[in-house]
């Protein structure tokens, strides 16, 4: 990437999926994923998008697919910014 620009990240709560994206020791057992993989991995290199680990407990984009109690509404509401 040019100086500068920072990686788009992505935030997931699969480890295995993260670990298949930057690990292709695991290509033989995963190669009806092979394109998406190549491309996960060609992103990667070039800086131009990073995964990281977020935790089930701590993903604030859950809030727009669940139902939420009140406390963890309020939660999402904080996480997004809106007071």
Known sequence: MSQGKTAT????DN???IALSSNP???SRT???EIQRKWQGEVQDTGTV???YVPTTEQIADGFT???ARQRFEWFRRGLGIE
């Open 9 to 12: 990240i992505i935030c997931g």
């Open 15 to 17: 480890q295995g999926a």
């Open 25 to 27: 020791q695991y290509h």
């Open 31 to 33: 190669k009806h994923m």
């Open 50 to 52: 990073e995964l990281q």
């Open 66 to 68: 669940k139902p939420l």
